[in-house]
């Protein structure tokens, strides 16, 4: 920990983000501590925060407001040093948590730097055992080729109780580093296979019905959700596949998001997010959550 005074000398960027690395590296500590509690930091830890605030708020090329916010996380700071020696139980930490992450925001945006969803600290590895599923709930997604969309439908997936994901050849690899931690540790634990859809039928129920995130469809509202089926979500640019339409029509058909604003389009991944909790209620109103 750089003493406060050579901070003081420092050029104000490089102190600038000296104190954004330290407040950032203080809350995925805390974040990933088993007790949140103000012992896991030392009180000379505490006495720099309340400092660096401190610091900061006379800084005049911070913008008033901004000045204040860094008050007022100083003040936070001076009383969590006040319990550290004590009992925590009555002092409110998610104070403490909010002004380090506003501290830290404040810094990295005054320095060029925006956290990415990414960067959020996961409390450690996930346990595929703690997962709960709706079985024959499953997904096939058709070339769907940013490792962000893909990481981020493996995420969603996981949440809302997929059971299996099955991918096309074109999909990006869900274990490239941008889908990765995208995903946050969801495809370590969402079963997943790569395999063509009608040449090479995946390993489920041919009897399993069959329907297609796309527009043109029955309203979300409307759309007899199974029990058990797949679910196809299309590509980024294309949509989905005319030989995938082709299969979901023989089937249950479609399902569509409806849009209100003059962008008559959704994001592939947050389209897939509102159709897969729409699913998800509808099947644990009916009991089929595992």
């Not at 860094?70 to 403490?96: C, G």
């Amino acid at each position: 920990m750089i003493p406060l005074y050579k901070l003081e000398n420092l050029p104000r960027l490089q102190r600038l983000r000296k104190i954004a690395k330290f407040f950032l590296f203080a809350e995925n500590r805390f974040i990933m501590s088993a007790e949140k509690k103000a012992a896991i930091f030392s009180a000379a830890e505490l006495v720099f925060f309340s400092e660096a605030a401190s610091l900061l708020a006379k800084d005049e090329l911070f913008s008033r407001q901004t000045r204040i916010e860094f008050t007022r996380a100083a003040d936070v700071f001076k009383k969590v040093l006040n319990w550290h020696s004590n009992d925590t139980r009555d002092f409110d930490m998610d104070e403490f948590l909010r002004a380090v992450n506003s501290v830290k925001h404040l810094l990295l945006t005054e320095t060029g730097r925006d956290q990415a969803d990414w960067d959020f600290t996961a409390a450690g590895r996930l346990d595929a055992e703690k997962r709960r599923v709706f079985p024959g709930m499953t997904v096939y997604l058709e070339d769907i080729r940013s490792p962000f969309n893909v990481g981020a439908m493996f995420r969603t997936a996981e949440s809302f109780g997929v059971e299996k994901i099955f991918m096309s050849p074109f999909c990006a690899d869900p274990r490239h580093r941008r889908a990765q931690r995208t995903a946050m540790g969801c495809v370590d634990i969402v079963p997943w296979e790569r395999r063509e859809f009608f040449n090479e039928p995946p390993d489920f129920d041919a009897s399993l019905p069959v329907f297609a995130l796309e527009t043109g469809g029955i309203p979300l509202a409307e759309f007899p959700f199974p029990e058990r089926g797949l679910i196809i979500t299309g590509s980024e640019e294309l949509g989905v596949s005319p030989q995938a339409l082709a299969a979901a029509d023989a089937s249950l058909g479609r399902v569509s998001i409806p849009i209100y604003g003059a962008k008559a389009s959704l994001n592939v991944s947050v389209a897939f997010g509102i159709a897969l909790e729409a699913w998800g209620r509808i099947l644990t109103r009916r009991g089929n959550e595992d």
